[in-house]
C-alpha cells in the first residue's frame, strides 16, 4: 500500500458540506467552477496538502447514477473527479491518496 510522502496529508470529508469555507475556497480555486457545479454536496471528498497547500484531491460518490452503468450494486461508492496539480505531480501522491480512500 503506498504512503503519501513526508510533508503531504490526507483528509477525508464524508460529505461536501463538511468542508471548511477556506477548504471550500482553496478546492473550487483549484479546480474550478466546473467541478464545483459537478459536485454535490452529499458527495464524500479527499484533499491532499502539502504543508498549507493543496496538492491534489478526488470525489467518492454514493448511489452515482454512473454506479449502475458500471454495473455496480445500489449504495456502492465510486471515486472520481480526481486530480494532482502539476507543481505535485510525480510524487506518488495520486496513488496513495487513492489507497487511503479505499481504506476510509
Not at 461508492?77 to 496513488?95: N, S
Request: charged share 20%; with cysteine.
Amino acid at each position: 500500500i503506498p504512503s503519501l510522502p513526508p510533508g503531504y496529508r490526507y483528509a477525508w470529508h464524508d460529505s461536501a458540506e463538511q468542508l471548511s469555507v477556506d477548504d471550500w475556497q482553496h478546492l473550487c480555486a483549484a479546480a474550478g467552477a466546473d467541478f464545483a457545479e459537478a459536485l454535490e454536496r452529499r458527495d464524500a471528498v479527499y484533499l491532499l496538502w502539502h504543508a498549507r497547500d493543496l496538492a491534489g484531491w478526488g470525489v467518492a460518490m454514493k448511489d452515482s447514477p454512473q454506479c449502475s452503468l458500471l454495473g455496480l450494486h445500489r449504495g456502492a461508492w465510486l471515486i472520481g473527479m480526481c486530480h494532482v496539480l502539476p507543481a505535485h505531480r510525480g510524487k506518488r501522491i495520486f496513488g496513495a491518496g487513492l489507497w487511503q480512500t479505499v481504506l476510509v
